[in-house]
């Protein structure tokens, strides 16, 4: 048991006297400044927008088909119509509202559908560039002999001299070629 604790009192001692050489780096302000996860955002934010106009304009062709229902229904409980004339309007009414019923589910799965496709488009936006980081990240490490490089964001208190944040949008946007990120739009 003595030797045991020697052992891990060797190692500990051993661990504490070589120097670690820490960086870190800002992933929010790569994310804003790498050209890729720029023009990507950008993709997105279209897709998100031609998603948001069809959306809308499925909305407003529900809101024509209740407006059309309500008139039926309206029409059919009018005290001046007749027996055969009621019958004949509750049974439009019936059809109204069974489409109308079907096209709410029909919009509701479009628009989760399309949620949907944004949010796989932004995750893999995020992995993507995240990728590209920690692949910086490692370039930046060995240039400078760095035996770690933390994600600003957990860093209780960092130093500005181990900031690399900079270096690694830098090189990031040196190397990306433009336009190829461009993903296809999301389905409508």
């Known amino acids: 048991m003595k030797s045991l604790s020697t052992l891990l009192l ?11 050489s820490v960086g870190v780096v800002d992933v929010a302000a ?6 890729k996860a720029i023009e990507i955002k950008a993709g997105i934010d279209k897709s998100l927008e031609a998603s948001r106009s069809a959306v809308n304009d499925r909305a407003k062709e529900i809101d024509a ?7 039926v229904v309206k029409r059919a409980n009018d005290p001046i119509l ?17 489409e109308l019923q079907k096209r709410l589910n029909e919009f509701q799965q ?16 995020e992995q993507n560039v ?13 240039e400078k002999n760095l035996q770690l490089i933390i994600p600003k964001a957990i860093a209780f208190t960092s ?6 944040t900079e270096q690694v949008i830098a090189n990031l946007n040196a190397n990306y070629k433009s336009g190829s990120a461009v993903e296809a739009p999301a389905k409508k």
Do not use: C, H, W
């Open 130 to 142: 995240i990728t590209d980081i920690r692949a910086e990240t490692d370039k930046i490490a060995k």
């Open 30 to 35: 790569v994310m804003a400044k790498y050209n």
């Open 10 to 20: 060797f190692a500990a001692s051993a661990v504490m006297a070589a120097p670690t």
């Open 82 to 98: 007749n027996d055969s004339g009621k019958k004949s309007l509750q049974a439009e009414a019936n059809v109204k509202r069974e």
């Open 65 to 71: 088909l209740k407006a059309d229902f309500d008139s």
């Open 159 to 164: 130093d500005s001299s181990l900031d690399v």
């Open 110 to 125: 479009f628009a989760q559908n399309a949620q949907g496709q944004i949010q796989q488009r932004a995750n893999q936006l």
